[in-house]
């Protein structure tokens, strides 16, 4: 046994609304939990207020195939080099697998694969979007970007800053390999001689991948299914018009149909868990409650950044702004589209959000 995995018979199962953790609690730096035949559930560090990412190792012949790999900044990389020597056992990385292309997913990506001369797996919606990010890195923002912020409500301090952080996706992401292996939706990939189905979802990012290995029911499920937190779901300027909470519902719908609720759910960020139909079911009976909550706010004409308490438990700052504008409008535009808002853009270029309903009929 390899040094730092700790083996299955030290899971101590508890239970919470309706999703049973099977493990006492998540490996520590440099550790492994060997959650499955031949799959280790490792973790790094990330400095932000979700402070970490789960990486999962899957032995594949001699080697393993990782998937996901964490932000490439100071210190992940020496938290890799403790799990290639420790829980690993030196064998090498065979192939590198992301489920999508946001950065704390790929950010090592390159890292690895050009160390071990191993191919990188994507989906192609993900591959691509990762490498138009990353050609602008560095580059000015363009002024349809500030235009977009200006319409949901930010003002100038704000439509400045982001001016400023524009194009910083390559910050955190090593240089991603000029070629990839494409995975999609349906195929089976063979991981050590048995087969993982690929069920892809959106909404969260593109043509996100979760791998499914049903002999022994092993869902690696990225951000698709996550136990205590729902995925950021949000428009950006690049697609003003996109339906992503569309796109998201329908995901979560079909995944209903395609994963048994006792399928063991290794998620990339929070615990293991059991109980996929239970959660799914929360993850869209949530977005359903918030809709009502905003279809109720937007009785007087709101903007973007105005419909934050409606959706948001916490206050919105500088860190987040971003991410909770593209949510709010992810929203909005889902309701304009299913005919309950409607919007008017002032001589400002602002718009203004007004439901159609009551509150009611929003979900």
């Known amino acids: 046994m390899a040094d730092g995995v700790i083996p299955a018979e030290t899971e101590a199962k508890t239970a919470e609304r309706g999703l049973t953790y099977p493990f006492a609690r998540p490996p520590a730096s440099g550790e492994a939990i060997r959650v499955a035949d031949d799959v280790l559930w490792m ?22 195939a990782v998937i996901d790999c964490g932000l490439a900044i100071p210190g992940t990389k020496d938290e890799w080099e403790l799990l290639l020597a420790g829980p690993m056992g030196g064998d090498p990385v065979t192939r590198v697998i992301c489920t999508h292309m946001h950065p704390d997913h790929i950010g090592l990506a390159g890292w690895l694969c050009e160390r071990f001369d191993a191919p990188l797996l ?62 999609r939706e349906g195929e089976r990939i063979v991981i050590g001689g048995r087969d993982w189905t690929v069920v892809v979802g959106e909404g969260h990012s593109p043509e996100h991948a979760c791998l499914w290995r049903q002999d022994d029911g092993v869902v690696l499920g990225g951000d698709q299914i996550l136990p205590r937190i729902s995925s950021n779901v949000s428009v950006w300027p690049t697609e003003a018009d996109a339906d992503p909470l569309g796109d998201w519902l329908t995901s979560l719908e079909r995944m209903k149909s395609v ?105």
């Open 259 to 363: 994963f048994p609720d006792d399928v063991l759910i290794l998620p990339s960020h929070g615990e293991v868990f059991r109980g996929a139909q239970t959660r799914l079911e929360a993850l869209i009976r949530g977005h359903h409650v918030a809709l009502k909550r905003l279809a109720r706010s937007l009785k007087e004409p709101k903007r973007a950044v105005d419909v934050f308490p409606a959706l948001f438990a916490r206050p919105v700052g500088d860190g987040v702004r971003g991410m909770a504008t593209g949510e709010a409008i992810a929203h909005l535009n889902y309701m304009l589209l299913q005919g309950t808002a409607v919007r008017e853009r002032d001589a400002d270029g602002v718009d203004w959000w007004r439901s159609t309903t009551n509150g009611e009929e929003a979900a």
């Open 122 to 183: 994507m989906t192609r919606l993900e591959y691509v979007m990762a490498r138009m990010l990353l050609a602008d890195t560095g580059k000015t923002a363009p002024e349809s970007g500030a235009a977009f912020y200006r319409a949901a409500g930010w003002d100038e301090e704000q439509i400045e800053r982001y001016r400023k952080e524009f194009g910083r996706f390559g910050m955190a992401v090593s240089p991603l390999p000029a070629s990839y292996q494409r995975i």
């Open 43 to 64: 973790r790094v560090a990330m400095p932000m207020q979700l402070d970490h990412i789960n990486v999962y190792a899957v032995r594949d012949g001699d080697g393993w």
